[in-house]
C-alpha cells in the first residue's frame, strides 16, 4: 500500500514538472518564431511610412519588448518592492547592452548609422546622466519620477522630429540592404504580422520565464539567484530575440535600435513610472553598482566611435568588442551569484 502511494506521489510530481519543462520549450520556440515576424513588419513598416529604420526600431521593438520590465516594476513598486523594480529596469539595461548586444555582435557585427553617433546614442547617454541627481539622496519622488517621465517624452520628440533627417543621412548600401529584407507590400499586412509578433512575443517570454522560475524553485535554487539570473534574464528575452532576429536580416538600425529604445524606455518611463505610482526610498547598491554600470555600458557604446578619428568610414561593434561585452557580463553576473550565497538571506 505505501509503495503504491509513493508511486503515486511520484507520478503527480512528474506529471507537475513537466508543465514548465513544456513552458521552456514552447515558449522558446514561439519566442524565435514571433521575434522573426517582428522584426519584418517593423522593417517593412519603416519602408511602407518612409520612416527611418532606426526610430521603428526604437518606438516599436525597442519599447515593445519592454513591456514585460514595466509590469514587474510597476507591480514591484506597487507591492512595496522598489528594489526589484529598479533592479529589474537597470539590470535589463545592463543586460541589453552586455549581454544582448554582446551576444548579437558575435553572430553577425553590428553598423552604426551616422544617426546612431549624432542621436540617439548622445540622447540615451545625456538622459541616463540626467537621472543621476534624483538618486544621489537615494529616494525617488512621485515628483522626480514624473520629470523622469517628462524626459522621456521630450527625448522621443526630439528623435522623432529628426527621423527625417536620419532616413536621408543613411549610406546607400543600407538603404539596398532594407529594400532586400523588405517582405510585406500592404502596410496592413505589415501592421498585423508586427502586432502578431509582438504579442506572441511578449507571451512567449513570460511563458518561458514562468517555466524557467519553477523549474528553478523545484531544484531548491535560492529566490535571490533566481531573481538576479532567470528574471533578469528573462525579461530581456523579447529584446535578445529581435535584435538577433534583426542581424541575421542585415537590419542593423532595428538591431541597435532596440536596445537603444528599450534602454531608454527601461530609465525613464519604466522606473519613472514605478516612482510615480509610490514614492519609494533605494539601497546605496542600486546608486553605486547598478546604475553605474548602466552608466559605463551606456558610455562603452561610443568606443566603436574612436576609429572614425583614423579614417574608418564604417564604425561597427565587431565581433572582438562583442565578446569583450559578453565576457564582462558574464563577470557581473557570477559576482551578483557569489552574493547571494554569502548572504545570510539567501
Not at 60 to 71: H, K, Q, R, Y
Not at 128 to 151: K, N
Not at 251 to 267: K, P, Q, V
Not at 281 to 308: G, N, Q
Request: proline share 4%.
Amino acid at each position: 500500500m505505501n509503495n503504491m502511494l509513493f508511486f503515486c506521489n511520484a507520478s503527480a510530481s512528474s506529471v507537475h514538472v513537466i508543465w514548465p519543462i513544456l513552458a521552456v520549450v514552447v515558449g522558446l520556440l514561439l519566442l524565435v518564431w514571433s521575434a522573426e515576424r517582428f522584426v519584418a513588419g517593423s522593417a517593412s513598416l519603416a519602408k511602407i511610412l518612409g520612416m527611418s529604420p532606426l526610430l521603428i526600431g526604437m518606438v516599436i521593438v525597442g519599447f515593445g519588448t519592454s513591456a514585460p520590465e514595466m509590469c514587474v516594476s510597476v507591480l514591484a513598486a506597487v507591492n512595496n518592492s522598489p528594489n526589484i523594480a529598479l533592479g529589474n529596469a537597470y539590470g535589463s539595461n545592463i543586460a541589453n547592452i552586455a549581454l544582448i548586444l554582446g551576444l548579437t555582435a558575435l553572430i553577425s557585427p553590428i553598423f552604426y548609422a551616422r544617426s546612431v553617433m549624432k542621436k540617439e546614442l548622445p540622447v540615451l547617454f545625456i538622459a541616463t546622466l540626467l537621472c543621476l541627481p534624483m538618486l544621489l539622496d537615494f529616494e525617488l519622488t512621485s515628483l522626480e519620477g514624473i520629470l523622469m517621465i517628462a524626459i522621456f517624452i521630450v527625448s522621443m520628440v526630439i528623435l522623432s522630429l529628426k527621423s527625417k533627417q536620419a532616413k536621408n543621412d543613411e549610406e546607400p548600401e543600407h538603404i539596398k540592404a532594407d529594400e532586400e529584407v523588405k517582405e510585406y507590400d500592404s502596410i496592413w499586412i505589415s501592421i498585423f504580422w508586427l502586432l502578431v509578433g509582438l504579442v506572441v512575443l511578449v507571451a512567449s517570454s513570460q511563458m518561458l520565464v514562468w517555466g524557467a522560475k519553477d523549474i528553478a524553485f523545484r531544484c531548491h535554487v535560492s529566490d535571490l539567484v533566481v531573481g538576479l539570473t532567470i528574471v533578469a534574464i528573462g525579461t530581456s528575452l523579447p529584446e535578445l530575440a529581435s535584435s538577433v532576429a534583426a542581424a541575421l536580416k542585415k537590419e542593423h538600425d532595428i538591431a541597435l535600435g532596440n536596445i537603444i529604445g528599450s534602454n531608454l524606455f527601461n530609465t525613464l518611463m519604466v522606473v519613472g513610472l514605478a516612482s510615480s505610482v509610490k514614492s519609494f526610498t533605494l539601497e546605496k547598491e542600486v546608486l553605486f553598482r547598478d546604475y553605474s554600470l548602466v552608466l559605463f555600458f551606456t558610455a562603452l557604446l561610443f568606443l566603436p566611435l574612436i576609429p572614425m578619428a583614423f579614417g574608418s568610414k564604417k564604425p561597427r561593434i565587431s565581433r572582438i568588442f562583442g565578446g569583450v561585452l559578453l565576457l564582462l557580463y558574464c563577470i557581473y553576473t557570477v559576482y551578483l551569484i557569489s552574493l547571494a550565497f554569502v548572504s545570510p538571506n539567501s
